[in-house]
């Protein structure tokens, strides 16, 4: 069984799953019940300033989104930080590092945009034994109308500033959270890494109305009559998750800046995905609130399993491992040509793939009187759209055309040579070939 | 009390809660969730053949989509649009034989979606409510005969109704509803279903319902024909095929049809004297009624004798099943030969069977069944042709109903073509009012 553990920035814990600073990692009861089912760190929910802890409304907090089955896709939340005494949590947090010094244990914290406050907190979270801390930059909702959370995080001359005081006045990793609710993800986190910062981690939680009640005319979750947004999360936010961990990994100012992956983290394939994209390790929230802690167990047998049966001895091994194949849509090969195939053996006659393409795409498949559906070689232009809907796996698949033979569509041979958009005769701004 | 073992024919057999627990619904109906859960299994087909499948051509797909999506008053609206009587179809059809056979997901997985049962989960939906969810027309000033308030003859006056024309339905029974009240298994009909669909069915309003008419009785074609432009005979199949065989006469030798039928209109099912040991002659949906509900009702033994082989056999491999679930034997390739006994039955001798050269005759080998009670269930008749000319055993008609004579339609289990099902004749008596319709207007 392959060895997962991991080491990011020098923190070693017994495998890449962390717990998300997040409601399930408030309190000590709730995170010495994850370190007993197997997780492999903790970031512990956001702490405020010393003081009159912040409120939170006394109705649902959360609201959700529903596949089949009631299946839970995604849930957004109106939770503010913890609202529980300062030390208290940093007694908590203390206790339960000492008894398990084997695992990660990370302090969120989010006070005002005044060096002071961050001169203040710092010691007292730095005495805790905690390995290292992040820096809430992404709170959507609540903290951002009082300019902390992602009202910081939207501003990378404040991510740089914080970023900064905080490798003034601690003295072990510091790690920004970025939010997605910006045009632009790597422009914060180069500001993070300009300030000094270990790592960043994303995504936080996305800007989101889940649902409106349209009996009261009220977005859900609800409070007397009335909504707000709330922070979106669960595996509907992945694939926005995975190309902003992407964007980073790959842009050459943040290239190389350690990455923790958060975005609805279901599964250990989820994990491996995001690992593959970059990602040092990942943060599961949703996951665990849906099913609890014991999932744990299933990402890290899935992962073991997978690595030993791709070799893998450590995971560092495969983190980035995707990024060289993630590049722009200028240079992907347009010489590159694939048709739709129909495996009949498969097939159940559905249509699926017949009604989206003769509605919505191409008219390249056919159906026959008695409900073979079969490509249009001549109009297929591979677009996958039938391979999306087609509810039987592996039954339609794009196959590549060998170079050399003619693509009916077109009429032309498919070349060998790779050849892309900035040099295509139909780009205005094609460069002369180099 | 008796029990199972009293020999001869008697009631009590069960206690009154076994009773009631045997005579609940055979499928339980879906809650909103497991609506919602079963709903989400379709594939929303493009041309679905589940649509194709279905005799009245119901939106399948459509309907389902509207379950899940929270609104199954839309999803009965689909399903009524094409079939009047959806809730009983959604209870008796053989959906194993058409819609849930030709589902995709019964070639992928040997799992159809559950349409019947989300097709009640719809119907009960809005019926529960008394909603009729259609409104009539402007009068026409038209007036409709129906004969036969059975499902083709409900399904034809509703029909009517809605499009603006009056119709009086002249039925032989003192209640409406033909076989949906007389001759199915009381466990698809639960809670009095079959009379409350007539009640909800005719708020449309427009329709009157005349009881103890009997075409060929104190009623005639010409007699209807003289008084209303069109008439739509729906009269189902009263007769029954005779069984000539020695001691056909005995006590205890019924026709299945008359004890379903007492089955059905009894107030307490202890009541009802059954065999200890019951033999049912035939291979159709009757049959399998017949002998389902003899066990049900404290039979010891309860046997199918069938002439042919399973496949032959026109109850399904569902019905089949469910038989032999209850404990039914299921004997094939054996024939009647003599009912024996000292004035009432005690045993059916059979002789066994084979096929020779597509013809079937029997081997000489005969085996004795202890029997009380034997059902004859082989087959229906029609009890008169009216004066119309026939196709085989039945009425002649044209696509749309129209039999030889003009001015006379004739739709169900009467008229030629098409299976002996519910569906079918729901479908016939709706065709047969569009083509009725049209008749009538024309030139207006």
């Known amino acids: ?428 701004a094609a460069t002369a070939a180099e | 009390m008796n029990s199972p073992f009293t020999p001869g024919i008697a009631a009590s057999r069960l206690s009154q809660d076994d009773l009631a627990e045997n005579f609940t619904d055979l499928h339980a109906p879906l809650d909103a969730h497991e609506a919602a859960v079963a709903a989400d299994r379709c594939y929303f087909c493009h041309d679905a053949p589940c649509i194709t499948a279905c005799p009245t051509d119901i939106d399948i797909p459509l309907f389902i989509r509207q379950i899940a999506t929270g609104t199954p008053e839309a999803a009965a609206k689909t399903i009524f649009d094409q079939n009047i009587l959806g809730g009983m179809c959604a209870r008796v059809c053989p959906t194993e034989d058409l819609c849930e056979q030709a589902c995709v997901r019964e070639m992928a997985e040997g799992k159809p979606v559950e349409i019947g049962r989300l097709q009640r989960y719809a119907t009960d939906t809005v019926m529960d409510k008394g909603v009729m969810p259609f409104n009539r027309a402007e009068p026409t000033g038209h007036k409709v005969a129906v004969v036969g308030a059975g499902p083709a003859g409900l399904s034809c006056a509703h029909r009517l109704a809605m499009l603006g024309h009056d119709v009086t339905i002249y039925d032989a029974k003192p209640k409406a509803g033909g076989l949906n009240e007389y001759g199915i298994a009381a466990y698809k009909s639960t809670d009095d279903f079959a009379a409350r669909e007539v009640e909800w069915l005719t708020s449309i309003g427009g329709i009157e319902i005349k009881h103890g008419f009997t075409l060929g009785d104190n009623l005639s074609i010409d007699e209807l024909t003289g008084c209303f432009p069109a008439v739509f005979l729906a009269v189902g199949l009263g007769g029954v095929n005779a069984l000539s065989i020695d001691g056909n006469d005995r006590d205890g030798v019924e026709d299945a049809v008359d004890f379903i039928e007492t089955l059905r209109q009894a107030d307490d099912l202890s009541s009802l004297p059954v065999g200890r040991n019951v033999v049912v002659i035939g291979g159709g949906m009757t049959a399998v009624d017949a002998a389902v509900q003899s066990k049900l009702l404290g039979a010891e033994t309860v046997t199918i004798a069938y002439r042919r082989g399973r496949d032959a056999m026109s109850a399904s491999r569902y019905e089949q099943d469910l038989a032999a679930s209850h404990g039914v034997k299921l004997m094939f390739n054996v024939q009647p030969v003599a009912v024996h006994g000292n004035g009432a039955a005690v045993a059916l001798e059979l002789e066994y069977t084979a096929t020779t050269d597509g013809k079937l005759s029997g081997t000489g080998e005969t085996i004795r069944l202890p029997a009380d009670q034997v059902f004859r269930a082989i087959g229906q008749t029609l009890t008169t042709d009216a004066g119309l000319e026939l196709d085989g055993r039945k009425i002649a008609v044209t696509d749309t109903g129209r039999t030889s004579r003009k001015g006379v339609w004739a739709g169900g289990d009467c008229a030629a073509g098409g299976d002996d099902l519910t569906v079918t004749a729901v479908a016939e008596g709706r065709d047969a009012a569009m083509d009725i319709h049209a008749t009538l207007m024309e030139g207006a």
């Open chain 1, 1 to 428: 069984m392959a060895d997962l553990t991991t080491d990011f920035l020098g923190i070693k814990s017994p495998n890449p799953f962390w717990l998300a600073s997040a409601p399930p990692t408030d309190k000590e009861y709730n995170v010495r019940r994850a370190f007993e089912a197997g997780w492999g760190g903790v970031v512990w929910k956001t702490l405020g300033s010393e003081g009159p802890p912040v409120v939170n409304v006394n109705g649902p907090r959360y609201g959700v989104i529903y596949g089949a089955d009631r299946r839970v896709l995604g849930i957004n939340n109106i939770e503010l930080i913890t609202d529980r005494d300062l030390y208290t949590n940093l007694e908590e947090i203390k206790r339960v590092k000492a008894d398990y010094p084997d695992r990660a244990m990370i302090v969120s914290i989010m006070v005002p945009c005044e060096e002071q406050a961050w001169k203040d907190i710092l010691p007292l979270v730095e005495d805790t034994g905690a390995d290292g801390i992040e820096l809430n930059f992404g709170c959507p909702h609540g903290m951002s109308e009082r300019g902390m959370g992602a009202a910081v995080g939207q501003v990378p001359e404040y991510i740089e500033m914080v970023t900064r005081w905080c490798k003034q006045y601690y003295s072990k990793p510091v790690i920004v959270k970025l939010t997605p609710n910006i045009t632009d993800i790597r422009k914060p986190a180069a500001a993070a890494m300009r300030g000094g910062a270990d790592a960043v981690s994303l995504i936080n939680t996305i800007n989101s109305i889940t649902s409106v009640n349209l009996d009261t005319m009220s977005p859900e979750p609800s409070i007397d009559g009335k909504g707000t947004h709330g922070g979106y999360c669960g595996p509907a936010v992945k694939p926005i998750a995975m190309s902003m961990v992407s964007e980073i990994a790959r842009d050459p100012e943040t290239a190389g800046l350690p990455i923790s992956g958060i975005g609805g983290v279901t599964t250990w394939r989820d994990a491996a995905e995001f690992m593959s994209l970059g990602a040092g390790n990942v943060q599961v929230c949703t996951a665990a609130m849906t099913y609890g802690f014991k999932i744990v167990q299933e990402m890290i047998s899935g992962l073991s399993q997978w690595m030993d049966e791709k070799g893998y001895t450590s995971t560092d091994q495969f983190v980035g491992r995707a990024i060289p194949n993630t590049t722009d849509w200028q240079y992907l090969n347009l010489n590159y040509v694939a048709k739709a195939k129909i495996d009949q053996d498969k097939c159940i006659s559905c249509g699926r793939c017949y009604a989206a393409c003769e509605d919505t795409s191409h008219q390249a498949i056919a159906m026959s009187e008695d409900r073979t559906f079969s490509v249009i070689d001549e109009e297929c232009v591979a677009c996958n759209l039938c391979v999306d809907v087609c509810p039987v796996e592996d039954c339609i698949s794009m196959v590549a055309m060998e170079p050399g033979t003619v693509d009916p569509r077109t009429g032309k041979v498919v070349e060998k040579e790779y050849a892309n958009w900035t040099t295509h005769p139909n780009n205005p």
